[in-house]
């Protein structure tokens, strides 16, 4: 008999080469507000208490804060081979890409991200106006300082680049049953996404070879218990997505998003 699947097994993200926790660690929620909220040292049981139950997979962004020095204290001591990390990085036209990176690193207090993303595409012509960066992330890999790379993505626009394009690994998608903080004809749109296209768009990128992390899963926050489950179940079985991240506040979240997903890969 096959053996169960859980939220905390290790998963292959598609052609990156990493494999990450099905579950990860968010640090984003109201762009990072929620958890710079809790203060260090409740973020550090926080990240403690989700490794200890078998989370292996944090990310955050440079758009949040401080959570990158925040990410990198409350991780000080664990051994860096036991968990990833991904960071997603802001494509300004004025930023030196390298020194960006190396930046982030310090904060963190890591030799390398094993995931870097271009951050909040949100034009149809992102593919095009961040070659500089793509190649930035191409350069940093000959060096190891990042092992793999992909772009989180807002609005249909957007989205609709991601199929067929040969330099993502991954994409990071914002995906649940009830189309809250999805994707729609307009990225900033505060109505409801257009859940049938996203989730054909996961499953084109799927058969590709990328990897596929979700994203705003609970509407960000919005969601109540009976939804977040459903949100869990419909991420994996009907669209198919690789892994899924969720920013929490407490230990009950983090018990709450485990049992979920556990319960949707039943």
């Known amino acids: 008999m096959a053996q ?21 660690f968010g640090t984003g929620s109201f762009s990072g507000q929620v958890q710079r909220d809790l203060g260090q040292d409740r973020f550090t049981q926080l990240v403690r208490y989700a490794y200890d139950r078998g989370i292996r997979f944090f990310e955050t962004a440079e758009s949040y804060g401080e959570m990158h020095k925040m990410l990198g204290i409350a991780l000080q001591g ?18 030196n890409p390298q020194q960006k990176f190396d930046e982030l690193r310090k904060l963190t ?22 070659r500089r960066w793509q190649d930035a992330i191409l350069e940093a890999e000959s060096k190891k300082v990042v092992v793999s790379h992909g772009a989180s993505v807002h609005g249909l626009p957007a989205l609709r680049q991601v199929p ?34 996203v989730v054909e768009h996961v499953k084109e990128v ?37 892994c899924v991240t969720v920013g929490y506040k407490n230990k009950a979240e983090i018990d709450e998003s485990i049992e979920n997903l556990d319960m949707a890969l039943a």
Do not use: C
């Open 4 to 24: 169960r699947q859980t939220a905390t097994d290790l998963v292959m993200l598609g052609r990156s080469g990493v494999k990450v926790t099905r579950l990860a």
């Open 78 to 95: 664990i051994p860096r081979e036991t968990y990833q990390l991904m960071s997603k990085v802001t494509t300004h036209d004025g930023a």
């Open 109 to 130: 207090n890591t030799e390398y991200f094993d995931i870097m993303l271009l951050h909040w595409q949100h034009t149809a012509s992102w593919p095009t106006d961040t």
């Open 164 to 197: 067929g394009n040969k330099w993502l690994d991954l994409a990071m998608i914002r995906v649940n049953h009830k189309g809250k903080s999805m994707d729609a004809e307009n990225y900033a749109t505060q109505g409801l996404g257009n859940v049938p296209e």
């Open 206 to 242: 799927r058969s590709e070879g990328m990897g596929v992390i979700s994203m705003k899963l609970i509407g960000e926050g919005t969601f109540n218990h009976e939804d977040r489950r459903e949100a869990m179940k419909f991420a994996f079985k009907n669209a198919g997505v690789d």
